[in-house]
DNA sequence: TGCATAAATGACTGATTAGTCAATTTTTGT
DNA sequence: ACAAAAATTGACTAATCAGTCATTTATGCA
């Protein structure tokens, strides 16, 4: 017999239902009572998932970075020019913001923040180790600008926050907005 | 009779200490108590100040937005070429962030979220048009690619928080880390 | 079917905290 | 020197909230 509709385990429903509430009304502004009222669960069940609020924006934060990782290892061109690879991820990365856009904003409101610990932050530095790879090897062989790996990550995810958010004011100029901001980039960081 | 060292206001004290803790530990996590203590005053004191917590966190975004905008607009070169003026932003910019990073890691840290108020963040962009319209006139008349200024904006953001970055890891390579950033930035956005 | 184990519930508590206010100290003007 | 006004203080309170736990409900398995 298949299964229809399984309803979303309990425990995905409060990821969920937290990310929601921490992106509209921040952390500490959101109690536990709100996230398991919105989650449709008592109060008490959030503790069974997650032993504390901490470690629950902890596993909101690992799991939305894992899913976006593995989402743009998706078809990756192993063997292509840096700039093809770039183009890819720039159109997934695109793709998977604006269909997760939940997700999206919390990366980019909670990465700085000190609720997410150093631990968190290690644990998900590997995930987007390919994608680093392949820039380091496009500045060694000169296809790209030869710039601190840091900073290169930095305007990345300038270039990026930037185009998900034109393009979720402006959905039907979604094509066109990712070719331009990738073309802006691009001619940036290309190597001489 | 010339006024030596005239301790900082409490106001201003309040606000330093309120910067300082909020990056650090973040904003709801950093009680009232907390920040009278660190900036030596009673607890009862602040709120002659700031009415609410609020407040307090509003007061601090817009004056440290006013007063880098103060700091940009020193000696702008307003006749000059479009590359000449981002030019000059550019190194004043990374010159104010470096000078006062609790302030710039603040403005960063704290830019998206909900606890600026949208009134905060409009009587802030009227600070900063004058740059604005710079950008403007440059992809009227074609000195640089016509991109949304959303995109630009974020894209600005960007460079400007991975070279801040980058030099206050690497303060030796200050200048050429500016020169080096405002290049590809440039490449990247210059018209043709 | 019945029993054991696991999952889920929500009333409750100990701790924390934003904001108040009556009392005290400092400043100002004469 | 004095008094009136302004600034400052910190003990206090009403409210909120993370996390607990005794009880109930659901599940798996013989």
Redesign the pocket.
Known sequence: MVEFLKPM??RQKILNAATRLFVERGF???????ISKEA??????L???F????ELINAIYKEAKQRMAESLKEGFPQGAATRDKLKHLWAEVAAWALDNSENFRFMHMFSASPFITNLTREEVESTSSFAMQSIKDGMKNGEIASIPIDLFHSILDGFLTGTVRYIAANPSKRKKAIEASFDVFWNGIKGK
């Open positions: 385990d309990k500490q502004n959101t109690s536990t009572a709100n449709g669960v008592a109060t008490g069940t503790f069974i998932y032993a504390t609020k901490d």
